[in-house]
């Protein structure tokens, strides 16, 4: 283990003032008023419509477009095909890295999944563009598609998620599960997912000469200007790209997906302006989606309830063409002490878009399964399945034994029980039920999300008239980042939140990192943090340096910044306002920057996680199968809390997206075609009003001096983990019947009984 | 080009006329004609827009009990209807049920009638589908098929109709007001719609340009006020189609059943009335015998049409709830879940 300080918070800084208030979102007004601005908002003038016609097989070529017809319609301008479209300078399938993406630009006229892009038609209306796009009406030479888990024969995918190794153990499994007294094996199956973002991907977009102005929902500036700058052979500060708002990512808008690249060859082969945004069928296809997963469970355990193996065999699919490989068994590696633990991956490829990064993408999939079976071990154990998580507890990070930078588990399943009442629940299941005669059961979840930090950089001003300005190019998909970001940056620079102009959201401010991996905060918070402290010490450093000023001889370590004004830490009555330090020095603003980047030496001495426990109360009738959530209490431990208001949004937006995994979520996929028969938001289910009950996030007090100088772990995707598997357990422990194939729909329950 | 005239006549005559040249469709309030439109699904030459037609809005109630709903009577305005509600509870349960508030809001009784179903591959044009193209295929045979039909299905088609209103409105008698070019006549709900057969495409009773004016219910209908309920199982607690649904209706006097009404929704291409099961209740002690060997009755016939064999047994015991619902009587005041197993669930919110 390596030599390693914890980085301490500058001096200066004086927790609490805005961090940590529970502020409402600062764009809220905006959104309720209709007045934000999302990227299809926009109209610049001469724009042209751009539509997708896309491909109604799953696997062939297309053989035939009605080109004619659909040129011949008024108010056509241009039809975009494999024959006739811009030169790009870069190769669609050029993969030069793990997070490149192959993307379906017309390269030529083979059909590798259901919904690809074949064509794209530009018009003065979207009507027209539209009917245009019908017309094409394609043939097509349809072969076989690979369909499903068993599509195709399986090999061991080179990694998986981003860039894990696709098996790793420690211990010997096959001993600890010899030796054991129990033993389970379990299979459980997860279905594919598509992402649905309220917001479907859009692009607006111009050419100015060779500049390219850009509106466009991003969750990564940076790395969507420079893969789209690639493609058409500019430097990438000539493409601006403005996102203050996507109206959510999930990930699915990370990086530039095909489509939207398409809107940019559209605008360059036509001269004019363009918009795209993909119908909601479109999303089923080119933009991403969570992966079906067959995850294998094999446990074991001797005779006091202590695990002495822990096996985690996940099978996944990916596209023809592409690398992505859901890491779902890699949950395994944190959650539960166990002297061995073994993980490995294998994968099918079959004719789908290639999957991609979707909230809690492997931890929501592999969790789900982990924490069924860890329930089903707890019940061949006699135990309650609270117990047997803490009997189990891992007081290090079982696959690596390195310490926790900070673990507040415990608590979150101390104070999440209590909350819930789990003291007085029956060990066996199908015991308990409500006056209506409604079977009533009771399941828990552990939930874990890694606490990463990428690299970001912000750039800080103060002013002569005592107002700051911060700049970092971060993205607000929703989750609250125009506000949490700004109480960061007042803090950082000893300001008032109104008095410091936050800006944010477009690719010409200094790169924020990607909006991903629930690092966000921590990324873009700690460049701000960085840049405050950076442009106080500048100021302090005029002020301590000069002899007119109170501060003058105090050093730069001896002041302190508050309200716009510096101090002297060894005598608050003396100081001064920036301001005036500003005016004397002859300075109408003075400017700082930071930067923030995962501390290498913290990463290897400590695992870095946010924690949480989820308690679920379900009721099923007892002989139609309905079942309905009716409790919903999780209790998250991540670091500091910079807006409990936001966080506990994040909580409870992922305890129902948990919700929608255990009961709803999934593309219903034709056995033959390979085609999502579901694409639309009437008939893929996720919750309703109706069906969220309530909910509670117990927000459970942690410090974490490691993680970064702030302790800020992420909130925005840990709340999927754990709560599907709470619900899935609950459903168990009602019925009785023990249901592995998710979501879990009556017809799985009726059958059963 | 998907070009199609748009009419707007003043009259019912007018209206028939202008929708009895071939290609035309009524346009109520098309929630779900203009969907199936934007997807290509039907392509009418010629909407004939009835939603502005005089005189086709109102309920009007007669001195026997029962009454007449205009055909653009809307779902939600009919459903919170005091004396309609007081009268037909479970059509009101069952109105409450359907789609979302914004849709009933909208949904007129006509359109309710005659929506398409919800198969999959009717929807999607790429899919072969007898019902769209005739003699094209089904592509839903061998497919995805849990909510297909266990009743009443042909090789030629396994879909469903989706509505929940006419449930109810099967079971208790309901009779289908239509004008056409050779005047008035009314059809019985029971015998309005078609089974598929090999004639898909068909799905109701309907001659080119017939409009429906109304739907009455009888008074002899509204002696099941105390003992009615209609039953929804689905996919989420509300915003979902029926995977089976229940409508059932008693007339109970001592403990003993005069009289019974059972039709079951998500089922068969029609709201599925089962006269059988009804006569064998008749006489008898309301109770878990009687109700299951009426789910029996009810079922016999039915085969799964694919991977949807527990909807057989699932309409068993929703038969069963239903009835025995029924038996215990109609509650006071609308569940705050209309129709849903969790109808009694607490909670002052009403949500769907
Ligand atoms: C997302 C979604 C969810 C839904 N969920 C449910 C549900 O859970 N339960 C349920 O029962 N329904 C549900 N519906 C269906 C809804 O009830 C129907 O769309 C609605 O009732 C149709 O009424 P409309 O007035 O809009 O008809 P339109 O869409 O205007 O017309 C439908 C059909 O009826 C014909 N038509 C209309 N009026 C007449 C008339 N007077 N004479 C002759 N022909 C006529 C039209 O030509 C057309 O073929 C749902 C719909 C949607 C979109
Ligand atoms: S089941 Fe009927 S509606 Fe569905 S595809 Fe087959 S023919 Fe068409």
């Known amino acids: ?753 | 080009m998907n070009r199609f005239d748009y009419i707007r006549p003043a009259t019912v005559s007018e209206a028939v006329a202008a929708a009895s040249v071939p290609g035309s469709a009524y346009l109520a309030a098309g929630t779900n004609l203009i969907d199936l439109m934007k997807g290509g699904v039907v392509r009418p030459e010629r909407l004939v827009d009835v939603s502005h037609l005089p005189g086709l809005d109102g309920i009007e109630h007669f001195p026997d009990g029962g009454l007449r709903i205009g055909a653009l009577v809307r779902n939600a305005d009919l459903a919170h209807d005091a004396d309609f509600a007081a009268r037909f509870p479970a059509v009101a349960e069952a109105l409450l049920s359907g789609a979302s508030p914004q849709l009933r809001n909208a949904a007129t009784v006509g359109g309710n009638l005659l929506q398409r179903t919800r198969c999959a591959y009717f929807y999607d044009v790429a899919s072969a589908c007898n019902k769209r193209t005739p003699g094209a295929g089904c592509d839903a045979r061998g497919g995805q098929t849990r909510l297909q039909a266990v009743l009443g299905w042909s090789e030629a088609c396994i879909a469903t109709h989706p509505s929940d209103f006419c449930v109810p409105l099967v079971a208790l008698d309901a009779i289908v007001e239509i004008e056409g070019r050779s005047g008035r006549r009314d059809v019985p709900l029971e015998s309005f719609y078609r089974l598929p057969g090999d004639t898909p495409e068909r799905e109701s009773v309907l001659e080119a340009g017939e409009l429906i004016l109304a739907v009455r219910l009888p008074g002899t209908a509204a002696a099941f006020a105390g003992h009615a309920r209609y039953l929804k199982v689905r996919d989420r607690t509300s915003y979902a189609f029926a995977i089976v649904s229940a409508a059932a209706a008693l007339q109970i006097e001592s403990g003993r059943i005069l009289q019974a009404r059972l039709a079951l929704g998500g089922v068969a291409l029609k709201p599925w009335r089962t006269r059988a099961a009804e006569d064998s209740m008749a006489g008898e002690i309301t109770g878990p015998d009687t109700f299951r060997r009426a789910a029996d009755i009810a079922l016999a016939d039915a085969q799964p049409s694919g991977d949807n064999a527990f909807k057989i047994e699932l309409a068993r015991r929703i038969v069963v709830r239903a009835l025995s619902q029924a038996a215990v009587g109609t509650p006071k005041r609308m569940p705050a879940l209309p129709a849903s197993p969790f109808a009694a669930v607490s909670g002052a919110i009403t949500y769907v």
């Open chain 1, 1 to 753: 283990m390596s030599e390693f300080t914890p980085p301490k918070a500058p001096a200066h800084i004086r927790q609490g003032s805005s961090i940590g208030q529970p502020l409402t979102r600062r764009d809220g007004f905006l959104k309720v008023t209709g007045a934000a601005r999302y990227a299809a908002d926009n109209h610049p003038a001469g724009m042209l419509y751009a539509v997708i016609a896309h491909s109604s097989i799953a696997c062939g070529r297309v053989s035939f477009l009605d080109v004619d017809a659909a040129r011949g319609h008024p108010g056509v301008v241009d039809i975009m095909t494999p024959q006739h479209k811009p030169e790009l300078a870069m190769d669609p399938d050029a993969k030069l890295h793990p997070f490149m993406f192959r993307m379906d630009l017309l390269q030529n006229d083979r059909v590798r999944y259901a919904t690809q892009p074949i064509a794209v038609v530009i018009a003065e209306t979207l009507e027209a563009a539209t009917e245009g796009a019908l017309l094409l009406a394609p043939r097509y030479e349809i072969e076989t598609a690979a369909v499903g888990l068993d599509g195709a024969e399986s090999f061991v995918p080179p990694g998986v998620g981003a860039g894990n190794p696709a098996a790793a153990s420690k211990g010997d499994v096959q001993a600890g599960l010899a030796g054991a007294s129990l033993r389970i094996e379990a299979t459980y199956e997860t279905p594919s997912q598509y992402h649905n973002a309220m917001e479907p991907h859009a692009i607006v977009v111009a050419w100015h000469g060779d500049t390219l102005s850009i509106d466009m929902p991003t969750q990564g500036l940076v790395m969507t200007q420079s893969r789209i700058a690639a493609m058409f052979g500019i430097p990438p500060e000539d493409v601006h790209i403005r996102s203050p708002f996507l109206g959510g990512g999930f990930g699915s808008k990370g990086l530039a997906a095909g489509p939207q690249i398409l809107g940019v060859m559209a605008a360059r082969m036509t001269g004019r302006p363009i918009k795209l945004v993909l119908r909601r069928e479109q999303m089923y296809g080119p933009v991403g989606h969570r992966a079906a997963t067959r995850q294998t469970l094999r446990l074991g355990a001797d005779g006091e309830g202590s695990l002495t193996a822990i096996d985690h065999h996940a099978k996944t699919t990916s596209s023809t063409f592409d690398d992505f490989f859901e890491p779902a068994a890699d949950v395994s590696h944190t959650m539960y002490a166990s002297p061995a633990i073994a993980t490995s991956h294998e994968a099918v490829r079959v004719n789908t878009g290639t999957p991609l990064f979707m909230r809690a993408p492997g931890e929501a999939t592999g969790s789900i399964a982990l924490e069924s079976a860890i329930d089903e071990m707890a019940q061949a154990c006699g135990m309650d399945p609270l117990a047997f998580r803490l009997k189990n507890y891992a007081e290090v990070e079982p696959i690596s034994g390195k310490p926790f930078s900070s673990k507040a588990l415990r608590q979150c399943y101390a104070q999440g029980a209590e909350r819930f009442g789990w003291a007085t629940r029956k060990l066996e299941p199908r015991q308990m039920r409500d006056e209506d005669g409604m079977l009533v059961g009771w399941g828990v979840g552990t939930a874990t999300f890694p606490a990463l930090m990428f690299q970001g950089q912000a750039r800080a001003v103060l002013r002569a008239d005592g107002s700051g300005v911060m700049e970092t190019g971060a993205h607000d998909m929703g989750q609250g980042a125009w506000t949490a970001l700004a109480q960061i940056a007042a803090d950082g620079l000893g300001l008032e939140i109104d008095q410091v102009e936050f800006r944010s959201g477009t690719s010409d401010l200094p790169d924020a990192g990607i909006a991903g991996g629930s690092a966000h905060t921590a990324t873009a918070g700690i460049a701000i943090h960085g840049a405050g402290a950076d442009v106080i010490a500048k100021l302090a450093d005029l002020a301590t340096g000069d002899e007119r000023s109170p501060l003058f001889g105090a050093g730069n370590t001896g002041v302190l910044a508050r309200a716009g004004r510096l101090f002297r830490r060894d005598d608050e009555s003396r100081s001064e306002t920036y301001g005036d330090i500003l005016v004397r020095a002859g300075l109408a603003e003075i400017e700082g920057r930071g930067s923030s980047a995962p501390d290498p030496a913290a990463l290897s001495a400590y695992a870095m996680h946010a924690h949480g426990a989820v308690f679920a109360e379900v009721k099923v009738d007892p002989d139609l199968g309905q079942i309905r959530v009716t409790r919903l209490i999780g209790a998250f431990a991540a670091g500091t809390i910079i807006n409990p208001h936001l966080v506990r949004s994040q909580y409870y937006g992922g305890m129902i997206w948990g919700m929608s995994f255990a009961l709803h979520e999934h593309a219903i996929i034709d056995p033959r075609s390979g085609r999502v028969m579901n694409p639309n938001l009437g008939e893929y289910h996720i919750p309703v009003n109706a069906d969220v009950p309530s909910i509670e996030a117990i927000l459970v007090e942690e410090r974490d001096p490691y993680v970064n100088a702030l302790g800020i772990k992420g909130v925005g995707e840990i709340g999927v983990t754990g709560s599907a598997g709470a619900i899935a357990n609950a459903v168990w422990h009602a019925t009785g019947v023990r249901v592995r194939h998710f979501p879990i729909t009556l017809d799985r329950l009726i059958e059963r009984r």
